[in-house]
Structure formats: structure tokens, C-alpha cells
């Protein structure tokens, strides 16, 4: 789990502030310094023996600094003057052709394992009708969302629940213009079948409230959704809620939110970490601001089918693989979201910058890199 690390059994276990010389680690790097406002210092650990390079392989740098305080343009700038090495945060859009353009050997496009999604209200009204839930599959645009969050270079758009690169993906899309092509991937909007839908389901005409957090990315996807939403016949309204506050408040059932924009950035590499952390039965818990199914999905034939898939890991990979798959199409045939893109990740180096390694769990691996 990345959550932790393994201390010594003599570590305080109250918070030592910036005082980092009593957090000994057993990795091949050691704290050597930490202020808040300025950097964090890791330095090779003098008394680590590499044991199994698959498991903790030796680093490359002596030491790597990670600086605190730069706007994101500023750090492209330090990146191409030679005066850092990597890029952090997410490179800015007005910088993006200036950096294709000169410095394309450079740039770094990889896949994460995220989805960005709104969760729909599956225990109340009008998305506890199941047709109401198709019926915004259909009309949602993908590419809206893909353009709100920078464009096609850094998101592709999706319909169903596991990302990319997840064990048990398979491009899987019945929310699309043209669905029985057999290829799985959205291709555009079905706004006609979504108003039979709407239709068919009784619930036209009904409120709906929309709640995202409240940066102007995500205020500007929840007025998208408002659009499609009256588009349908519903009375929508957006109700942004500060960034600290939205996510809990979003998973309280007791909110009664019909509609909330969220993401999950996967814990590790498995199937399970989406679909059972967030689509089971067992992941919902009412009134709480702890339970990661935000719609209150619940379907036991698919908790049994991720039971299955689970129990085959440990023995069938490829036949895991295949049975978490169908777990994907069945929820995702069940709208319990509308599943928006999935996001890459950019990353800019400087030119002496070498091995550059990028994981979909952990993001840049710095001790893989190396410097000349």
C-alpha cells in the first residue's frame, strides 16, 4: 500500500514537525532535511544492501530535492533554464505548444489510472430509476469534459468504470452514437434515445441538483451537465461547494446529493480498487462522510461476480482478468455513474535528465532517473 512505510518500533509516534532525523526508513534513501516552505532533501541511505531489485532495486541519484513554492509556469521556466530537472505540477495549458513545439523529446505523455466521473444518486429520485441514469449516459458529451480539463492531450474520454491500464480493462462503451460497431470506444452523443428514456422513465420535469467542488474547472463541468440535463426535461441547479467540504459531503447519504463530481486516483493496480471499493454493496455506508459509493450502488449479482474474479487472482490471472471485465460491463450497463475521461499525465524534464520512468500508481520514480 503506499499509505505507509515501515518504521522502527522506536519511532514517536507523535507528529515531529520538520524534525525528520528520527524517521528512519528502510528504502535506499533516508530523510536528510524538510522545510515546509521551501524543500524536501532525500539522500542515499549508506546502510541499505540491495536484496531484490524487483522489489526495492537500488537508486540512481545521490540525492534528490523536491522545491516547495513555484507556480507551475515558473517551474517549466527553472526546467528549461537547467535550474530543476522535473516539472511537478500539471504543466499549464498556454505553456503546452510553446513545449511541443521546441522541446517534444522532452515532454513525457503517460496514462494514469483515474477516472473522472459524476456519481449519480442511485437510492433517490429521478436516478434511482435506472433509465433516468442511461438517458444522461447518452446525452453527456465526453468531450466536454475532456476540453474543460485541458483537452485531448492530457484525457481521453470513457463510459465505463475501470481506466486504462487497470487489470481487467477491456474498451467497453453502450453510451455512444453507433454503440453495436464493436469497438467499444465513445463516439458521440444519442440525445434522441436519452429523451426516450426520460421518457419511458416517468421522471421529466423533476429537480436535480448538481454538486462539484467549487474551482472553476469543475464549476464549469457541473454547468455543462446542467445544460444536458434540461436538455432532457429535468429542472437542474448547480451547487458548488468548497474543495475542502465537497467530497465528504458529497458521500453522506444524508445529503441527500442527487448528483457529485469526483475522481479516484487508484490505491494499487487491481480491478477490485475500483470496482469493489466503489460499486459494492458492502462500500456503502449510510450517513456517513466515509463511504466511497456516492450513489449507494448496490448489486448482489455483481458483488457475487466480483467474488468469483477475486478468487480466480490468486490462481487464473488471465481468467481474473477476464471475469473482472465482465464485472465492468455489468455495473457499467447499470449507469451508476457517467464515467467522464480518463487523464494522462504530462511530464517536462531537463536536458540532462535521463531514464525517465513514469507508474500509474506512484507517478515520476525519481530514483530510477538518473542526471549527467
Not at 113 to 120: F, I, R, T
Request: glycine share 8%; hydrophobic share 40%.
Amino acid at each position: 500500500m503506499p499509505h505507509a512505510a515501515i518504521l522502527p518500533a522506536g519511532t514517536p509516534a507523535t507528529d515531529q514537525g520538520t524534525d525528520v532525523s528520527k524517521l528512519h526508513g528502510t528504502g535506499p534513501y533516508y530523510w536528510a532535511s524538510y522545510e515546509p516552505t521551501d524543500a524536501v532533501v532525500l539522500k542515499r541511505n549508506p546502510y541499505f544492501h540491495q536484496w531484490s531489485a524487483p522489489a526495492q532495486p537500488l537508486g540512481y541519484p545521490d540525492q534528490i530535492v523536491q522545491k516547495y513554492g513555484l507556480e507551475p509556469t515558473d517551474e517549466v521556466t527553472a526546467v528549461v533554464n537547467g535550474q530543476g530537472d522535473l516539472v511537478v505540477d500539471q504543466l499549464p495549458g498556454d505553456r503546452l505548444p510553446d513545449l511541443g513545439a521546441r522541446y517534444r523529446s522532452r515532454v513525457h505523455l503517460d496514462q494514469q489510472g483515474v477516472d473522472w466521473y459524476w456519481a449519480l444518486n442511485t437510492r433517490i429520485p429521478p436516478f434511482n430509476n435506472v433509465k433516468a441514469r442511461q438517458a444522461v449516459n447518452l446525452a453527456f458529451d465526453r468531450n466536454a469534459g475532456v476540453i474543460h480539463f485541458g483537452g485531448p492531450a492530457l484525457a481521453s474520454p470513457s463510459c465505463q468504470i475501470l481506466p486504462p491500464g487497470i487489470p481487467g480493462y477491456q474498451p467497453y462503451c453502450p453510451w455512444t452514437a453507433h454503440a453495436g460497431d464493436g469497438r467499444g470506444r465513445w463516439k458521440g452523443t444519442d440525445l434522441a434515445r436519452a429523451r426516450r428514456l426520460v421518457a419511458e422513465s416517468g421522471t421529466a420535469g423533476q429537480s436535480v441538483g448538481v454538486v462539484p467542488a467549487n474551482d472553476p474547472m469543475q464549476v464549469a463541468m457541473a454547468e455543462y451537465l446542467q445544460t444536458v440535463l434540461t436538455q432532457l426535461g429535468y429542472r437542474a441547479t448547480v451547487k458548488p461547494l468548497d474543495a475542502a467540504l465537497q467530497y465528504p459531503y458529497i458521500q453522506n447519504s444524508g445529503n441527500r446529493v442527487q448528483v457529485g463530481l469526483t475522481q479516484w486516483y487508484q490505491d494499487y493496480p487491481a480491478a477490485s480498487n475500483f470496482l469493489r471499493v466503489l460499486l459494492s454493496c458492502g462500500a456503502f455506508t449510510p450517513n456517513s462522510d466515509s463511504s466511497p459509493n456516492i450513489g449507494g450502488f448496490c448489486d448482489p449479482r455483481a458483488d457475487q461476480a466480483m467474488d468469483v474474479a477475486s478468487r480466480l487472482e490468486a490462481t487464473d490471472p488471465k481468467a481474473a482478468d477476464a471475469a473482472w471485465a465482465g464485472v465492468d460491463r455489468t455495473v457499467t450497463d447499470q449507469a451508476p455513474w457517467i464515467s467522464m475521461f480518463a487523464p494522462k499525465t504530462l511530464g517536462f524534464v531537463s536536458k540532462r535528465l535521463g531514464n525517465y520512468t513514469y507508474s500509474a500508481q506512484f507517478g515520476f520514480l525519481a530514483s530510477r532517473a538518473w542526471v549527467w
